[in-house]
């Protein structure tokens, strides 16, 4: 069955840094674009960054646009997030997702929480 399993979270300092993975299974991972969503306490879940199944093309929210990198390995089914120069404001739950049309499978989330 389809399985994205995020991996990665924790506790980091303010200006810290974090990378996050997602692998993926049950689906043919280089026929969908990959995304990093999250959501904070209180808020409605957002779009972080997405890839292109081939990873040619990348996007990114305003908010980390120059911090975080979104990347995959399609040979190993996984696509990464490295978070650099953290913020409080990036406290949420990350959420990988993967879609195609109107395909769309989601991981469970893994917790981020930027702190002193």
């Known amino acids: 069955q389809v399985q994205l399993v995020e991996s990665g979270g924790g506790l980091v300092q303010p200006g810290g840094s974090l990378g996050l993975s997602c692998a993926a299974s049950?689906?043919?991972?280089?026929?969908?674009?990959m995304k990093w969503h999250r959501q904070a306490p209180g808020k409605e879940r957002e779009l972080v960054a997405s890839i292109s199944n081939l990873g040619r093309s990348t996007s990114y929210a305003d908010s980390v646009k120059g911090r975080f990198t979104i990347s995959r390995d399609n040979a190993k089914n996984t696509v990464f997030l490295q978070m650099n120069s953290l913020k409080p404001e990036d406290t949420a739950v990350y959420f990988c997702?993967?879609?195609?049309?109107?395909?769309?499978?989601w991981g469970q989330g893994t917790q981020v929480t930027v702190s002193s």
């Open positions: 997702n993967a879609q195609s049309g109107t395909r769309s499978f």
């Open positions: 049950g689906f043919t991972f280089s026929a969908y674009v």
